[in-house]
């Protein structure tokens, strides 16, 4: 749980200072679309490193899905070439936690 609060604190703080560090406007000047259809904002894909980044070392997470991603991401060693493959999850019962997000607005 510390690593999502930790996480959670740290997108506070972009959003806060967003105008005045230049995070606010359209990732690679609007030409990035999410799996929603919509334009990526600047913001949208850094809050999505930062919540990633820390659901992943909090070690107790198996896959994590994204409306900034096009697929889910597996976070074992041999994952990925399992998801890439037939683009289904499976979590085996008793593992690692599932998470799904909209890291900014959702």
């Known amino acids: 749980m510390t690593s999502v609060e ?3 604190k740290t997108i506070s703080n972009l959003v806060r200072r967003s105008p005045m560090s230049g995070l606010t406007g359209l990732e690679d000047g609007g030409g990035s679309i999410n799996v929603q259809g919509e334009e990526q904002k ?3 894909v850094i809050t999505n490193t930062v919540l990633k ?3 992943k070392f ?3 997470m198996g896959v994590l899905a994204s409306e900034e991603e096009d697929a889910p991401v597996g976070l074992d060693d041999d994952a990925e070439e399992l998801y890439e493959w037939n ?3 499976v979590v085996e019962e008793g593992q690692k936690y599932v998470a799904v997000f909209d890291p900014l607005d959702g």
């Open 42 to 44: 600047k913001l949208d």
């Open 58 to 60: 909090s070690g107790k």
């Open 53 to 55: 980044n820390a659901l």
């Open 6 to 8: 930790r996480g959670c």
């Open 87 to 89: 683009k289904e999850v």
